[in-house]
Antibody, heavy 126, light 108 residues
Framework: QVQLQQSGPGLVKPSQTLSLTCAIS??????????WNWIRQSPSRGLEWLGR?????????DYAVSVKSRITFNPDTSKNQFSLHLNSVTPEDTAVYYC????????????????WGQGTMVTVSS | DIQMTQSPSTLSASVGDRVTITCRAS??????LAWYQQNPGKAPKLLIY???SLESGVPSRFSGSGSGTEFTLTISSLQPDDFATYYC??????????FGQGTMLEIK
């Protein structure tokens, strides 16, 4: 079955870059029927979608406007994973970060976020 | 952004009760709505997609309905594992995808 395994530090200093990786098993990061997403959750913001990366003959990234100037996604086909890089972090970026798959099928259409990583609590503090 | 508003924010119920949670979208999202269940310290779990389609492996006591701007999640007979927080999410527009604020279902 499809699984997403997250890794990365739980503590980042203000103004530095938050980097997380999501390793995929049971599916491919370059699948033409899936998108690979990052979502975060905090008491103040609730569940907040940060963006997605996907492959349709070439790579595409869609970013939420709220973080667009600071965020980058990097798919890695050799390791079948994708990563999140959020720079210039502040304490407001403290949250649990999740990666998640959105999949499409002929039978069901778009399936919302059907597979999630385990979550990574990231604290921004000096 | 499409705003998603859930009600109630908290719901107290007993095992065996039938409960309904409502989600309203600030504009039409057709049927591009999902429902998730989240337990403390865990990732959200997909229950319903396309407003009324039951995700594989999810018990049939969960059902969803609605289209346009008004949606409901119904649990026909509450079981102990159902006491959790529930979220709706629209995926009509990825600019951005948005979630409701959550409904905490607690034991009465």
């Amino acid at each position: 079955q499809v699984q997403l395994q997250q890794s990365g530090p739980g503590l980042v200093k203000p103004s530095q870059t938050l980097s997380l990786t999501c390793a995929i098993s049971g599916d491919s990061v370059s699948s033409d029927s899936a998108t690979w997403n990052w979502i975060r959750q905090s008491p103040s913001r609730g569940l907040e979608w940060l963006g997605r990366t996907y492959y349709r003959s070439k790579w595409y990234n869609d970013y939420a406007v709220s973080v667009k100037s600071r965020i980058t996604f990097n798919p890695d086909t050799s390791k079948n994973q994708f990563s999140l890089h959020l720079n210039s972090v502040t304490p407001e970026d403290t949250a649990v970060y999740y990666c998640a798959r959105e999949v499409w099928s002929v039978a069901t259409g778009w399936h919302a976020f059907d597979i999630w990583g385990q979550g990574t609590m990231v604290t921004v503090s000096s | 952004d499409i705003q998603m508003t859930q009600s109630p924010s908290t719901l107290s119920a007993s095992v065996g009760d039938r409960v309904t949670i409502t989600c309203r979208a600030s504009q039409s999202i057709n049927n591009w709505l999902a429902w998730y269940q989240q337990n403390p310290g865990k990732a959200p779990k997909l229950l319903i997609y396309k407003a009324s389609s039951l995700e594989s492996g999810v018990p049939s006591r969960f059902s969803g309905s609605g289209s346009g701007t008004e949606f409901t999640l119904t649990i026909s007979s509450l079981q102990p594992d159902d006491f959790a927080t529930y979220y709706c999410q629209q995926y009509k527009s990825y600019s951005p995808y948005t979630f409701g604020q959550g409904t905490m279902l607690e034991i009465k």
